[in-house]
């Protein structure tokens, strides 16, 4: 017994190098070579970093395509969903005054265009993407409200729906941050 | 047909792809033959070395046992101060505080016993110190822990009559060198370049394009989030866990995390029926297991693809199923089909919030838990699956009136009943549990706690029953999933589910390698044409029923008063 005891006291200081130590330092090295060099891939426009690529911030602004609505707020130094259960009745009421909020901007709605994500909180409340038909709903809102042709802001988020992994394996997406950059690019 | 359909067949075709030839080198590797990765062995010699450990000394079933719960004894002691005095130790750039001791004890617990259910955030709750030195440590050394104990089974059922069911430090120190160590660099390389931070930098601040200043936290996530699905421990770097955009940036990243988390549990299965040279045995478990996962996933996929009854009735277009708690890039298919692997192979790693899914989801991912043997944890699931072979070879030993017989060794009073124990023990922790909270929240939802209890459910009704059913499986099954909306970082949550956790890890431990080290000392009678087959498909069904009768008994109630109440109540 006594034995047992050394030896796994040994054993753990041995382990603790190899798996504490050298396998998170070699695999850090490796990730220097990544994008955004282990750090996560930042975007920058005009040389100013504006946010994580695969980090989804806050759009609620009448000028630019909303984000989904989002249990921390956007706010990245924590993530959770809301854990809300599908028969709370609080979390319905929330989710009817987001639709009315919807309906309030885009009056051009009828209830059963809005798609779920676009009412629904994300899980990790840090949700980069928009499903296809969440964004293409609010076409015509910031075509109105920044004067442009409808026809072309259609055609930018046709342009930045993300076809799933080789055309094949999961759902199309569209990348929030990314769209509202060259939505802005297309007004100047 | 669809995309997402598609993306969930890939992803189980590539994990039988890589799990069917890794179980047969598990097999051969354990066994001591030569295999390619033997150029390690220097490695494992200078382990051993340092350690003062001889690998070839034979131990019988007690001695296996004692040496594993010395050192997981250690890691206990150890990593409960560690994390309460981590706030004071190198390498916290976000100024993280000490861990309170209560949760502090739960932590260590959880994670020692590859449950990981984390009451607290990755982002606030840990340093990068103890995410390191004790949380990813213990993610290689209990799944490591777990497959040792697994191959000491095999081990006892290798040879005619053996005493040996081979060194301890033997088959841990390999799993790790030959296996999970390996197997992680691989991993963490590609979600290092996949957009998963692996620097040690800490938080970093930007002003986003509305204007809004945000902080982002960031680490050295992507060497964790390797093991922990490889060791099917699940514990995430990010509070959200594997929902987070850089703990699993894209499509692509959740194939490869939901194959790392298949891939063993697998192998071990099969690694079972090569090792002890019945090959057709692994496979007969391997099918029961993917009809009763099949079982549990259909109904699943089904229930979130219809989206929620609730939310329909408000008219808006759920064509992409039910969305709270989901992310957009991995869409509700790749969701369900995780929470059912998660919860069955007891890696309780999310990709989507469970607490959100609907009231039928809930159900399956608890029975998942329940059974606990559909695949399993690292080595722990075919130990549960033992146990329910045991109860199978002596209910048909009654039916057709023989002496029953596991491969030659009679099956008689003594591991019948340590099996049947076994059994028992996981529903009385459940219910017990469950019992005992529920009983606080309605006595004494006014208590003068911390926190009331009448304050722990972020749901009324029917559902927030559902959590604490949750939260006590899920430590029993020591999966770490949860209905998170349970405020569970209290002492009455951290201390309660801290004892289940242990017992629910240890005890269905002890009592296969006891088994298995029992029958493997006695006689071994040769095969007759009167012999009960085990390795057969008949026997297969025959187990496959045991399991759903003695689940069905001991959890229908619970689960009639959770989930199925809400289901009902929402389609009324």
């Known amino acids: 017994m006594k034995s047992y005891i050394m030896q796994s006291i040994r054993l753990t200081l041995v382990l603790t190098v190899l798996l504490c130590v050298i396998y998170p330092v070699i695999i850090a090295f490796g990730g220097k070579f990544s994008k955004g060099n282990g750090g996560g891939e930042t975007v920058t426009v005009n040389g100013k970093v504006v946010g994580y690529a695969n980090i989804g911030q806050k759009f609620d ?51 059963s265009d809005i ?26 809102r910031i075509a109105a409200n920044r004067k442009l042709d409808e026809k072309q802001v259609a055609q930018l988020v046709e342009s930045h729906i993300q076809k799933p992994l080789l055309g094949l394996f999961g759902p199309a997406t569209v990348n929030v941050l990314q769209l509202n950059i060259a939505l802005d690019q297309l007004s100047k | 047909m669809n995309t997402e359909l598609l993306g969930i067949l890939a992803s189980f075709l590539i994990t039988l792809l890589i799990a069917i030839p890794l179980g047969k080198y598990l ?49 206990l002691v150890y990593g409960f101060f560690v994390l309460m005095f ?36 990755g982002e606030s709750g840990v340093t990068y110190f103890t995410q390191h030195f004790i949380v990813m440590f213990l993610q290689f050394t209990s799944a490591a822990t777990g497959i040792a104990a697994a191959v000491a089974l095999f081990k006892a059922f290798r040879d005619k009559t053996t005493q040996n069911v081979g060194n301890f430090w033997d088959f841990f120190v390999k799993s790790i060198t030959r296996l999970l160590l390996p197997l992680s660099v691989i991993v963490a390389l590609v979600l290092a370049f996949n957009g998963t931070p692996s620097s040690y930098a800490g938080k970093d601040q930007f002003i986003s394009m509305q204007g809004d200043t945000v902080n982002v936290s960031r680490g050295p996530a992507a060497q964790m989030i390797a093991i922990k699905h490889l060791g099917t421990n699940g514990g995430g770097w990010f509070g959200a866990n594997s929902a987070h955009p850089l703990e699993n940036p894209s499509y ?20 079972f029926g090569y090792f002890i040279r019945r090959k057709k045995l692994g496979w007969v478990i391997c099918g029961v297991m993917t009809v009763g996962m099949l079982m549990l996933m259909i109904p699943t996929i089904s229930s979130e693809l219809g989206g929620s009854p609730a939310i329909a009735k408000m008219g808006v277009s759920q064509v992409t199923g039910a969305m709270e ?9 790749a969701t369900a089909y995780w929470s059912t692997l998660t919860t069955i192979v007891s890696t309780g790693s999310v990709n989507g919030m469970h607490d959100s899914t609907m009231p039928l989801t809930g159900a399956w991912q608890l029975l998942g838990m329940m059974i606990n043997g559909f695949f399993g944890g690292c080595g722990v699931g075919i130990l549960n699956y033992f146990v329910y072979l045991i109860i199978a070879v002596f209910i048909s030993g009654l039916m057709v ?16 009943k340590i099996a049947a124990l076994i059994t028992l023990l996981s529903p009385f922790l459940i219910m017990a549990g469950t019992a005992l909270s529920s009983y606080l929240f309605v006595a004494h939802g006014n208590a003068d706690w911390a926190v009331k209890p009448s304050a722990w459910l972020n749901n009324p009704g029917f559902h927030g029953f559902s959590e604490m059913l949750y939260e006590f499986t ?52 040769p095969e007759s044409a009167g012999t009960l087959r085990i390795d057969t498909v008949t026997f297969g069904i025959m187990t496959f029923a045991v399991i759903l009768v003695l689940n069905a008994l001991s959890y229908f109630p619970a689960l009639a008063l959770g989930p199925l109440a809400e289901y009902f109540s929402m389609i009324k």
């Not at chain 1, 130094?77 to 809300?84: D, E, L, R, T, Y």
């Not at chain 2, 708690?325 to 298919?333: L, Q, S």
């Not at chain 2, 430590?475 to 629910?504: C, K, P, R, Y």
């Open chain 1, 61 to 111: 602004g009448p000028r630019y395509f909303w984000s989904r609505p989002s249990a921390v707020g956007y706010n990245a130094a924590g993530s959770a969903g809301s854990n809300k259960g599908p028969s709370n009745p609080d979390y319905l009421k929330d989710v009817n005054s987001r639709i009315d909020t919807l309906l309030k901007y885009h009056p051009y709605l009828k209830r």
């Open chain 1, 115 to 140: 798609p779920a994500d676009l009412v629904t909180a994300s899980g990790s409340g840090l949700d980069p993407d928009l499903s296809p038909a969440a964004a293409q709903i609010q076409v015509r």
């Open chain 2, 27 to 75: 097999a051969k590797m354990f066994a001591g033959e030569k295999v390619w990765t033997d150029f390690l062995k220097p490695l494992e010699k200078g382990i051993y070395k340092l350690s003062g450990i001889n690998p070839n000394a034979p131990m019988d079933w007690k001695q296996f046992l004692k040496a594993m719960m010395t050192i997981n004894i250690l890691w």
């Open chain 2, 86 to 121: 981590q706030d004071k130790l190198p390498l916290n750039p976000d100024g993280n505080p000490g861990q309170t001791p209560d949760l502090a004890f739960n932590t260590i617990i959880s994670f020692v016993v590859n449950c990981n259910l984390q009451h607290y955030s």
């Open chain 2, 252 to 271: 692509f990243t959740n194939m490869v995390e939901i194959v790392s988390q298949m891939i063993i549990p697998i192998a071990m299965i099969l690694a």
């Open chain 2, 325 to 333: 708690g989901k992310e957009v890039r991995f869409g509700p298919m």
């Open chain 2, 401 to 416: 009136g023989r002496t029953p017989e596991f491969f030659g060794h009679k099956v008689e009073a003594r591991e019948v």
């Open chain 2, 474 to 525: 899920s430590s029993n099954a020591n999966n770490g999933s949860g209905f998170e909306g349970l405020g569970d970082n209290n002492i009455f949550w951290n201390v309660a589910t801290g004892f289940i956790l242990i017992l629910g890890r240890f005890l269905p431990i002890i009592g296969p390698v006891a088994i298995a080290g029992l029958l493997g000392q006695k006689k071994y009678v």
